[in-house]
C-alpha cells in the first residue's frame, strides 16, 4: 500500500495555465507538506496543515494556494504558472506529538512549465 | 533561522570502501532532531538515520552512522562497506524540537558509488 501519493507524477503545461496537485496519505497522520525542490537539488518547505489548519506558509507567492478537504488530503493549486514554477514538489505528513515526528514523503511531482 | 551546509556537493567511493559526508548547521536552540535523507534517482526520499540532540550517544544504522558533535554543530553521516545501491544524492536535515515541523535542508551532496 501507497503510504503517501501524488497525482500527477508528471505535468508539462504552458505559462499561465492553472493546474493542481492531488496528495493523499493513507497512514492517518495529522499533519500534511508541501516542499519544493528546485533544479539544484534543494528542498524547501512550501506549507504545512495539521488537521486541516495552516501552521506553515514560507513566503511562497499568493499563485499558490494549498487546499485541505480533510487530514488525510493536501492539494496544491498554482494560478497563472511560469517559468520559474517548474521544479519537483512533494507532499510529506508526519504525525505530531510522538517522539521525532518522521515526515514520509509522496514520490513528487515533476511540475514543467514551457 | 535555521541553516543546514554541505560543503561538498559530490564524492566518489570505491564500492566495499567507506565514505563520509559532512554537514554543518546554525541554530540557537539546545534541542532539535537531525537527519539524513537518501534521494535515489528514482527521486523518492528516503530517511537514512536520524539524530536527536539531547543524546550523546551517536546514531547508527546497520552501515550508516553518524559522528554528532553538538558543541561544533556538525553531524556527518559514515557510509561502510558501500554498494553501488547507495549511489545517490544525501540531504542533510534540521527540525526544532517542539516547535515548527519544517524540515530545513542542506543543498545536498551527490553520491557515486564506483564498482
Known amino acids: 500500500d501507497t503510504a503517501v501519493s501524488q497525482t500527477p507524477k508528471y505535468l508539462v503545461t504552458q505559462m499561465g495555465n492553472d493546474k493542481s496537485i492531488k496528495c493523499e496519505q493513507n497512514?492517518?497522520?495529522?499533519?500534511m507538506y508541501w516542499y519544493k525542490q528546485d533544479s539544484k537539488k534543494f528542498l524547501k518547505i512550501m506549507f504545512s496543515?495539521?488537521?486541516?489548519?495552516?501552521?506553515i506558509n514560507e513566503t511562497v507567492p499568493n499563485r499558490f494556494s494549498p487546499k485541505s478537504p480533510d487530514k488525510a488530503h493536501l492539494n496544491l493549486h498554482i494560478n497563472s504558472l511560469e517559468l520559474g514554477d517548474s521544479a519537483v514538489y512533494f507532499c510529506?505528513?508526519?504525525?505530531?506529538?510522538?517522539?521525532?515526528?518522521?515526515?514520509?514523503f509522496g514520490p513528487g511531482t515533476r511540475l514543467t512549465v514551457l | 533561522a535555521q541553516t543546514v551546509t554541505q560543503s561538498q556537493p559530490e564524492m566518489s567511493v570505491q564500492e566495499a570502501e567507506t565514505v563520509t559526508l559532512s554537514c554543518t548547521y546554525d541554530?540557537?536552540?539546545?534541542?532539535?532532531?537531525l537527519f539524513w535523507y537518501k534521494q535515489p534517482p528514482s527521486r523518492q526520499m528516503i530517511l537514512v538515520i536520524r539524530q536527536e540532540a539531547y543524546k550523546q550517544q551517536n546514531a547508527t544504522e546497520n552501515r550508516f552512522s553518524v559522528n554528532f558533535q553538538k558543541a561544533a554543530k556538525s553531524f556527518s553521516l559514515k557510509i561502510s562497506d558501500s554498494q553501488l545501491g547507495d549511489a545517490a544524492m544525501y540531504f542533510c536535515a534540521f527540525k526544532e524540537w517542539g516547535g515548527s515541523e519544517k524540515l530545513v535542508f542542506g543543498k545536498g551532496m551527490k553520491l557515486t558509488v564506483n564498482p
Open positions: 496543515y495539521n488537521n486541516k489548519e495552516l501552521i
Open positions: 497512514l492517518g497522520h495529522d499533519t
Open positions: 510529506a505528513s508526519s504525525q505530531v506529538g510522538q517522539g521525532y515526528n518522521e515526515q514520509f
Open positions: 541554530t540557537s536552540e539546545s534541542d532539535y532532531y
